[in-house]
């Protein structure tokens, strides 16, 4: 009986030992791609029962930390009164971070003010809607129906209502010519 015993203890070891070295040829590996995908994307935002934006997108990616991806570009509109849309931002490409909660808008960027007639563009945007702001270290390109204004860094108010272009650059133009809507 006694030799049943260790004949059962040293298999149990031997598994047990097996199993180890097993592990460390094949480490766990995380999946790190998105975990939830939503098509056509609609969300609204409102405060005390009026609507003050809406989130366009046709896919968007979530992953496991909270990110979020738009890959197939991105539209925001923020809203004067509940049917009144003052402002518009489109991004080709979009990435959100949680941690930061700051959304950073690439490609073709564009935010215009349509009650203004004012259009801002560059090639990378961050927003951040906590602060309700847009900035960016990138060239800019403002055109309203008087003048186009370039330079390079912009911080502005998230609905294009006022902005500050950080380093302004060239002269200012005669937009009289300029049809951008």
Not at 25 to 47: E, H, W
Not at 81 to 86: E, F, L, N
Not at 158 to 172: A, C, N, R, V
Request: charged content about 25%; glycine content about 6%.
């Amino acid at each position: 009986m006694k030799s049943g015993w260790f004949i059962l203890f040293f298999i149990v070891l031997a598994c047990s030992t097996a199993c180890e070295d097993r592990k460390k040829n094949f480490p766990i590996r995380y999946y790190a791609g998105a975990v939830l995908i939503t098509q056509n994307l609609i969300t609204s935002y409102s405060d005390s029962g009026k609507k003050k934006m809406v989130i366009l997108a046709p896919l968007q990616a979530e992953f496991t930390n909270g990110d979020q991806e738009y890959q197939k570009g991105m539209e925001v509109q923020f809203f004067k009164t509940s049917d009144t849309v003052q402002s518009r931002l489109v991004a080709d490409l979009v990435h959100y971070n949680k941690q930061q909660d700051l959304y950073t808008a690439v490609g073709h960027v564009v935010l215009e003010d349509l009650v203004k007639r004012e259009r801002m563009s560059t090639s990378k945007l961050h927003w951040s809607r906590i602060e309700g702001r847009v900035f960016t270290n990138e060239f800019v390109e403002i055109t309203t129906p008087k003048q186009i204004l370039k330079g390079k860094g912009l911080t502005a108010r998230q609905d294009f209502s006022s902005y500050t272009i950080l380093k302004p650059e060239g002269q200012i133009f005669d937009a009289d010519s300029v049809d951008f809507f």
